[in-house]
Nanobody
Framework: QVQLVESGGGLVQAGGSLRLSCTASGSIFSIYAMGWFGQAPGKQRELVAT???????NYADSVKGRFTISRDNAKKTVYLQMNSVKAEDTAVYYC???????????????WGQGTQVTVSS
């Protein structure tokens, strides 16, 4: 069984910083792309940033220059450093990862339970 567990959410003032973490655990053979998605109240879940196993990175236009995604493959962890946050960054942030479980040849997308980020103005 594979699990993704996020941490690091909370309340932050506009202009401040927050760091999210997401660690994968369980029967994992390989982890491919990892990423963060955000879902604001009443809106669809949207891509924030992704990073491949080789380090290629993609950001949503709205966070470029403010957020930084990184990963530690040895720790099976992906991070999202959020700087200069704005009220519109308020959302539940979900981690996801494409993972090949042990004993299985296919890859599957897994999601974390989400962590709330609230930016006060």
């Amino acid at each position: 069984q594979v699990q993704l567990v996020e941490s690091g959410g909370g309340l932050v003032q506009a202009g401040g910083s927050l760091r999210l973490s997401c660690t994968a655990s369980g029967s994992i053979f390989s982890i491919y792309a990892m990423g963060w998605f955000g879902q604001a109240p009443g809106k669809q879940r949207e891509l924030v940033a992704t990073i491949t196993s080789g380090g290629s990175i993609n950001y949503a236009d709205s966070v470029k220059g403010r957020f930084t995604i990184s990963r530690d493959n040895a720790k099976k962890t992906v991070y999202l450093q959020m700087n200069s946050v704005k009220a519109e960054d308020t959302a539940v942030y979900y981690c996801n990862a494409k993972i090949r479980p042990i004993g299985i040849t296919s890859q599957y997308m897994y999601w974390g339970q989400g962590t709330q980020v609230t930016v006060s103005s």
